[in-house]
């Protein structure tokens, strides 16, 4: 078999042009890309500002990370408010009170506070900075759940609520709620009954398209509950009076590195879902032996930064503790997603 020179030496070139091309392509990108970055702003915040017991990791344990093969998004927006409304305190909450007609002082449990009427109660977590208001349902009557007010109409009650709470509504996705229906009596979802009392809709805190979370490491909802006439039954807030702004683009951190980043301590401990007993009666079942970090997830968290708040996005990772008693948990993480070099403490 003859082989064709000046034919092989056209095909040569062909694919010499052809990587020739692409190649181009890529390193301009790669260079954008690299000038697009070094001039980004840098944020000023210097940690997501949670608070955790030291003692959990004050031997630094072991961290087995599981989840290499996980792909999330290379890039997030960071976004910015200049709200001074600071946290929820006992003075905003007497304030949010009175806003839905509650007078006096209010019960004190640790850092719960709740007034009380004959069927009515608002209540505000000063800890999980939530704010609830419970109308009684008895005097309701049960109606087919075709016969409660469309989307549109309980969208509009929903945003006269967060009106009333001053709340903007920058955050919220409107699009798509989720409804459940319920008797109003006892607790549990009824939705597979054709008749109801109450009808709960949820609105999820979203912003480009990543959930929201709060320090409880839930994804934050606002929830509404009416009735077939479209009254106000009640409302489940977290406390978000920001209105964000668009501050640019930034590339995140790998996932990797975020895992290497907690095995030498960094990032946060938000929740332990615990089986301890401390039967042993030592201090072994306050001391983290391994972690073994399972699954991750991206979102957003507000946190305070110079000049107001900033919504940052953070790594999310779930997993299984074990402590120096053999004890074992849940455990959930939350870290920071944007590189070193872009904070400003």
Do not use: C
């Not at 929820?88 to 806003?99: F, G, Q, R, Y």
């Not at 609520?161 to 009824?190: H, M, N, R, Y």
């Not at 948990?329 to 400003?344: E, K, N, T």
Request: aromatic share 12%.
């Amino acid at each position: 078999m003859k082989v064709n020179l000046e034919e092989l030496s056209k095909a040569l070139k062909f694919v010499l042009l052809v990587v020739g091309f692409f190649g181009a392509i890529f390193i301009t990108y790669y260079f954008y890309k690299h000038f697009q970055y070094s001039r980004l702003p840098k944020i000023p915040v210097s940690s997501l500002n949670i608070t955790e017991d030291k003692d959990l990791r004050k031997d630094q344990p072991k961290v087995v990370f599981n989840g290499a093969k996980v792909k999330l998004r290379g890039e997030a927006q960071i976004y910015f408010s200049s709200s001074k409304a600071g946290r929820l305190d006992s003075k905003k909450a007497t304030k949010l009170a009175k806003i839905f007609n509650f007078k006096g002082s209010p019960t004190k449990t640790g850092g719960l506070l709740m007034w009380s009427e004959s069927k009515r109660r608002f209540l505000v977590d000063l800890s999980d900075q939530t704010i609830i208001l419970a109308e009684s349902t008895t005097a309701e009557k049960l109606a087919p759940v075709s016969e409660f007010p469309s989307k549109e109409k309980v969208n509009s009650k929903a945003r006269e609520v967060l009106k009333q709470l001053s709340f903007p509504e920058s955050a919220i996705d409107f699009k798509k709620p989720t409804s459940s229906f319920s008797t109003g009596v006892g607790v549990g979802d009824q939705r597979k009954s054709s008749e109801a009392r109450v009808k709960a809709v949820d609105y999820p805190f979203k912003v480009d398209n990543l959930s929201v979370f709060g320090v409880d490491t839930k994804p934050l909802t606002f929830q509404i509950k009416i009735s077939k006439d479209n009254k106000l039954l009640g409302f489940t807030a977290p406390w978000q009076p920001f209105d964000w702004d668009l501050v640019e683009k930034y590339p995140l951190k790998g996932i990797g590195q975020a895992a290497e980043e907690i095995a030498a301590g960094g990032g946060s401990i938000v929740q332990i879902t615990s089986t301890i007993t401390a039967i042993k009666g030592t201090q072994g079942n306050k001391q983290l032996n391994q972690i073994n970090l399972i699954g991750v997830d991206l979102g957003y968290y507000a946190t305070v930064g110079q000049g107001g708040y900033y919504l940052v996005p953070i790594y999310i990772f779930t997993g299984k503790a074990t402590f120096k008693s053999a004890e074992y948990s849940d455990i959930v993480f939350y870290i920071s997603a944007l590189p070193d070099r872009f904070i400003s403490e």
